[in-house]
């Protein structure tokens, strides 16, 4: 039966959904070769100091257990391209949790128990945990993540600020927060005639190999990554983590395969977490609520094994009027675990300072909070002076104000009640930037008519395998279901990796003109197609490094409406809306199912996730998804998901913006302006749990 070639946008169901509701989809952890040994960590248990023994003769005694590493006989590394990737290679104990052994035994029930029989001994010094916003370690680096710089300064903040006649100066903190995907970072990894494979679980398999060649000291064409089903990573799969490179180091060093999940208990301390912050923001406006002065200054921090500084201030660079501007960053190295991305890393954290201090300046000027914005609507980017190539926030903010029924409330604080709920809404924007990075494509005409398409894309649940195939057949003009992708193996043509809401576009770009090329091979062909196809390949090395004279970023608009029980002081969200201008959307399928999950990743920060430090042990408490709450299906009644049509031909032939992220954005603002309506209280620390919402409740 022949089908009809479907437009882009059209709501496609996912190709692996049948494979992954059977089982049929294999893990990192799922690929189990013959003879492989199980790995488990042995994770340090001091928050800083070095090793001075590792006693083994236990763990060695367990049976089945055959290996145990550590720092006096693994294998030497070359310097690996990123510092956490450095295990096993010296005595140091950067933090709690660091890894300084690695049981490898017959059954991984044999390994855990010979991990707990590895008895390690220490020398310890002072350790300092606990982040503050006046810690005397803070500093100003010179970047932020994302290449940003640490400070931008326009015309004169503290003269416009001090002349203000409405100012705004409040300080927000958020705790630390962690990633937790589905499924745990797992490696499977063979050694077998001089060539190294590796199932890992991976944002971006390209990337993998290229951190295993060089911590290894082998060629990259004697390592294949393979990451073809991956279970969720929220940015912490985004860059290799140390599991896959023990287990590279294991199968070299025993010559058997060997296979490695990180205990989720575990995951907190080596695989990356979003930052806590400490954010001032200070908004000076007239009388009429147009903003002439704007600061935004974080405090976080980094480890001490290397930096990362989460780029909280960024938004404020692009969101709103602001001819004076201070956004600064400072950091201090603690002796914790390494920071790293966590959907949209910058944007979530800072959104919710600015929002929030949006929607305290708008209660200031008894304005209401969709006008303040509606006046202080940018002509171009503040920061760069750019024009944007699209920016449709205040549609967005319209549409969703329709559709949420805004301004039928009250806008008076307290003045809904439901017996003992106390009701309120609020709103929030949203941005993310548009980013492209470089990728190839390869596209082969079969001589059964149909198509096959090569890149290394990772599908980490948002549906890339389809949305990829829809693009190679638009721009080949056949029915989706007549083109094969391969995706997920660093063997494939490379790509990029799946984060920064860049993949679809950056691997689309490439796909598109792989396909294009292809079109016009075919027609300059004669006769039929040879066995072995007629294959056309492409990159974007040249589009990736052009510097485009436009902003261009996704914009968005979050609605929210909660209960606050007044007896307990517990926050239950009634309902969530959002609207959303990200180009053209590719597959609304897929689309809305990732504008939903980053919306409810952000309930779940606005309310239920925190981390907290261990001034002591120095580890992070809530290690697990017992302690660590998130949001459950009973937590989000009613969310929907739309999006404008938005035509922007100055980003890519498909005329898309990245969506994993955004929707993640302006969620927690939201529901925080609602708590504050509902309540006339304002909370500036996440999350609202009962215990802080309670003693502002008469």
């Not at 398999?205 to 089903?229: F, K, M």
Request: net charge negative.
């Amino acid at each position: 039966m022949s089908h009809a070639p479907q437009p882009l946008g059209a709501p496609v169901v996912r190709r692996e959904g049948r494979d992954k509701v059977t089982g049929a989809a294999r893990y990192a952890a799922e690929h189990t070769p013959p003879g492989c040994l199980y790995g488990w960590i042995v994770p340090a248990a001091v928050p800083r100091g070095r090793v001075t023994a590792v006693r083994t003769a236990d763990a060695l005694a367990v049976p089945g257990v055959h290996t145990v590493l550590t720092p006096d006989n693994a294998p030497r590394l070359e310097e690996p391209d990123d510092p956490v990737l450095a295990v096993l290679q010296d005595d140091r104990v950067p933090h709690r949790g660091w890894p300084v052994g690695l049981v490898l035994a017959e059954s991984l029930e044999a390994a855990r128990e010979g991990a707990d029989a590895v008895r390690v001994e220490y020398a310890t010094t002072g350790h300092d945990v606990v982040f503050t916003g006046d810690h005397p370690g803070l500093r100003t680096p010179e970047q932020a993540n994302g290449g940003y710089p640490a400070v931008r300064e326009r015309g004169d903040f503290d003269g416009a600020f001090a002349a203000s006649p409405v100012r705004i100066d409040a300080t927000y903190t958020l705790g630390g927060l962690h990633n937790h995907p589905m499924e745990p970072h797992a490696s499977t990894a063979t050694w077998a005639d001089g060539h190294l494979t590796v199932h890992d679980s991976s944002q971006g398999s390209t990337t993998v190999r290229e951190s295993l060649a060089q911590a290894l000291g082998i060629d990259r064409d004697r390592i294949t990554v393979i990451s073809e089903h991956v279970g969720g990573g929220f940015g912490s799969k985004g860059t290799p983590r140390p599991q896959v490179v023990l287990a590279a180091m294991a199968t070299r060093h025993t010559g058997r395969p060997v296979q490695l999940a990180v205990p989720r208990r575990y995951m907190p301390a080596i695989v990356g977490h979003r930052a806590p912050t400490v954010q001032r923001v200070r908004l000076g406006a007239d009388r009429e609520g147009v903003i002439s002065a704007v600061a935004h200054e974080i405090a976080t921090h980094t480890s001490t094994v290397k930096e990362f500084v989460e780029q909280a201030a960024v938004p404020a660079r692009v969101m709103y009027t602001s001819p004076h501007s201070r956004t600064a960053h400072r950091v201090t190295a603690l002796d914790v675990p390494s920071p790293s991305w966590m959907r949209a890393p910058g944007e979530a954290s800072g959104m919710y300072a600015l929002e929030s201090a949006m929607d305290e300046l708008a209660c200031a000027l008894g304005l209401d909070p969709i006008e303040l914005r509606l006046r202080n609507e940018p002509a171009a980017e503040p920061d760069s002076g750019r024009p944007f190539s699209s920016r449709n926030l205040i549609a967005c903010l319209d549409e969703g104000a329709r559709r949420f029924g805004w301004y039928d409330r009250d806008p008076s604080p307290a003045s809904r009640q439901e017996g003992q709920w106390l009701l309120g809404t609020g709103v929030a924007s949203a941005t993310y930037p548009v980013l492209l990075s470089p990728s190839a494509a390869s596209a082969t005409a079969v001589p059964d008519g149909s198509y096959r398409i090569g890149v290394n894309a990772t599908d980490i649940g948002t549906g890339a395998r389809t949305v990829l195939a829809q693009i190679a057949a638009s721009a080949l003009g056949t029915p989706q279901e007549n083109v094969r992708i391969d995706i997920g193996n660093s063997d494939l043509p490379a790509g990029s990796v799946a984060g920064g809401s860049s993949g679809t576009a950056s691997w689309g770009t490439a796909v598109h003109k792989a396909a294009t090329a292809l079109v016009r091979r075919l027609a300059e062909h004669t006769g039929p197609v040879p066995p072995e196809g007629i294959t056309a390949t492409a990159d974007t090395e040249r589009e990736a490094a052009q510097e485009s004279p436009y902003a261009r970023h996704a914009f968005g608009a979050h609605f929210a409406e909660v209960a606050v029980d007044s007896l307990t002081g517990e926050v239950r969200v009634r309902r969530l809306l959002g609207v959303f201008a990200a180009g053209r959307i590719l597959n609304a399928r897929t689309a809305r199912s990732q504008f939903v999950g980053g919306m409810v990743m952000g309930l779940g920060m606005a309310l239920t996730e925190g981390s907290t430090m261990d001034a002591v042990y120095g580890d992070f408490t809530e290690r697990d998804l017992a302690s660590y709450h998130v949001p459950s299906c009973a937590d989000v009644p009613d969310i929907q998901a739309h999006w404008i049509d938005e035509e922007d031909p100055h980003l890519n032939p498909m005329g898309s913006k990245g969506i994993g992220e955004i929707g993640i954005v302006g969620t927690a603002a939201a529901i925080g302006n609602a708590v504050r309506h509902a309540t006339g209280a304002r909370l500036r620390a996440l999350p609202l749990t009962p215990d802080k919402v309670l003693p502002y409740l008469p």
